[in-house]
Structure formats: C-alpha cells, structure tokens
C-alpha cells in the first residue's frame, strides 16, 4: 500500500521560507516521478513543481522558478521542496504525489497521471 506524508507546513511571514517533506513508502522511490502540488480555497489544484526518478530532470511552474527548489533523499524515500521568499499568494494545502506514467517526463503538471497522493500539509504566509 503507498502511504504518503508531507510535513513541514505552518505559518511564516512574506519573505520567510519552508522546507517540506514527502516520506514515501509502499513503492520502490527509484522508478517514480514525485511532485508537489497545491491548492488554495476556492481553486483548483495546481502544480507546483516536480523531479523525476533519477532527479536529472526537475520541472517548475512558472511563479515557483527561483524560489523553489524540489530535491529527494533516495537512503530516506524522501523528496523535499524548499520554498524561499514566500508570499501570501502562495498560501494553500500542498499535496506530494507519484507517477509512474512515462507521460511525466513531458507533461509533470497533469494530475491524471499521478496515482497516489498524500494527505497534504498547509502552508500560510502571511503579509
């Protein structure tokens, strides 16, 4: 059974940074593709950014560039996503999530082809 956990939300100032974790178990962490997604009140959900199996290859949505930096531990299962120089629109529940699909390696920011999510962690920034 793959079991996902993400933590490292909280509350942090505009500007701050948070580092998030995804512990993943029930998979081998080798041949899947992790990303990060998130979804505010009243919206969809969006992606955030991604990083493929061998971590060569990561991928970004547009206002993360610069900002945000997603990394996996392979000893712990673990991918990372460090947030820097946050701001309130980047307030919202961000959810980990695995593929498998090789439909990854070119569209990451489709939710269709992540099979498993986790239960998401909140993250608010404030002004």
């Known amino acids: 059974q793959v079991q996902l956990g993400e933590s490292g939300g909280g509350l942090v100032q505009a500007g701050g940074s948070l580092r998030l974790s995804c512990a993943a178990s029930?998979?081998?962490?080798?041949?899947?593709?992790m990303a990060w997604f998130r979804q505010a009140p009243g919206k969809e959900r969006e992606f955030v950014a991604a990083?493929?199996?061998?971590?060569?290859?990561?991928y970004y949505t547009d206002s993360a560039k610069g900002r945000f930096t997603s990394s996996r531990d392979y000893a712990k299962n673990t991918v990372y996503l460090q947030m820097n120089n946050l701001k309130p629109e980047n307030t919202a529940v961000y959810y980990c999530?695995?593929?498998?699909?090789?439909?990854?390696?070119?569209?990451?920011?489709?939710?269709?082809?992540?099979?498993?999510w986790g239960r998401g962690t909140q993250v608010t920034v404030s002004s």
């Open positions: 999530a695995v593929s498998c699909s090789g439909r990854a390696y070119y569209t990451p920011a489709l939710v269709e082809i992540y099979s498993d």
């Open positions: 029930g998979i081998t962490f080798t041949t899947y593709t």
């Open positions: 990083i493929d199996r061998t971590s060569n290859r990561l």
